[in-house]
């Protein structure tokens, strides 16, 4: 390749960590992915950093006779990777992609914040805060919601099944597409109109203090409903606060967070969870709605709508 482009620059990873690091410091136009990576649970963080860069990839298969891993992931059915190379075929071809991939007209460059954030709704028109859970598909759900929060939105506190390593990766891909500021979740911080507190790839259970003024709790423990940290764990402990509350169930495998939902919408909050259609998995959000859990089901383009305006009320 470096023959091929005088002045290309190409940089090898090993494992995704760096791959992940390298890509984020270097924002490369184009990426070829061994397709054992596209198979890890934490390649969806890559997919997620792809999209807000803009860089195009593909997935190299062993052998022409493989079977792509995209056959058995819902993730890599969205977006890109859908042709894949072999190890097998000549550098003209890998070329040729490249040239093909590259040269496809790519979307308008945004702004580094306010990526759709819109104008910034005053302060005072939000009442409420918004939890939100999420897990298999939920870093580009994720992205899709946040962008459309404004800088002044309300205090948000969101819990994310992802790899113990991509905690503050997730955290600054957000943080660089968002208006509003996204944060790692850290123990007793005061919520804070415009910050966005982030559990993902921790060994603690995010959730909130029992008294005014609001704050993070952060505590060790066993899985909760399978997990740390756990959707369920922050639900709950916001029952105490129950009509101050807007919360949502995005895309994700298992349960985790409906029966503290159910207990939400008890105490008085809005509930919703995503519809089927728009879920990358149809797990999480399908038992909140089969409970009772969620009030309403909302697509993921209207997702950022509904919790907004419910935090108005």
């Not at 809005?270 to 859990?293: I, L």
């Amino acid at each position: 390749m470096e023959a091929s482009y005088p002045g290309m620059k190409v940089l090898l990873a090993n494992n995704l960590m760096m791959a992940y690091n390298q890509a984020e410091a270097a924002q490369p136009v184009f990426a070829f992915v061994e397709d054992g990576f596209t198979k890890l649970p934490e390649f969806e963080m890559m997919l997620a950093l792809f999209s807000a860069l803009d860089t195009r990839w593909v997935a190299v298969m062993d052998s022409a006779g493989a079977t792509p891993a995209r056959t058995s992931s819902p993730l890599l059915n969205v977006g890109a990777g859908i042709f894949e190379l072999t190890k097998t075929d000549t550098p003209q071809q890998f070329s040729q992609y490249f040239d093909m991939m590259v040269k496809a007209p790519r979307r308008e460059q945004a702004g580094p914040r306010g990526m759709g954030g819109g104008a910034a709704a005053p302060v005072k028109d939000f009442k409420k805060i918004i939890l939100i859970g999420s897990s298999t598909g939920g870093v580009e759900a994720l992205r899709s919601v946040l962008v459309g929060f404004p800088a002044q939105c309300p205090p948000t506190m969101i819990v994310q099944h992802t790899g113990k390593n991509f905690g503050q990766g997730l955290v600054s891909l957000l943080d660089r597409i968002c208006a509003a500021k996204v944060v790692q979740a850290e123990d007793n911080t005061k919520l804070e109109v415009g910050h966005v507190y982030i559990a993902a790839g921790q060994r603690r259970h995010m959730g909130m203090t029992q008294r005014k003024p609001m704050r993070t709790r952060m505590k060790e423990g066993p899985p909760i409903s399978g997990h740390v940290p756990s959707v369920d764990a922050l639900f709950t402990s916001a029952v105490p606060y129950g009509s101050d509350v807007v919360a949502a169930i995005l895309t994700g495998m298992g349960q985790d967070g409906a029966r503290g939902l159910l207990e939400l919408r008890k105490a008085g909050a809005a509930t919703f969870a995503q519809d089927e259609k728009s879920s990358v998995v149809y797990g999480m959000p399908r038992v909140a709605w089969e409970t009772g859990a969620a009030e309403k089901q909302v697509s993921l383009a209207r997702m950022a709508g509904a919790l907004l305006q419910a935090a108005k009320s």
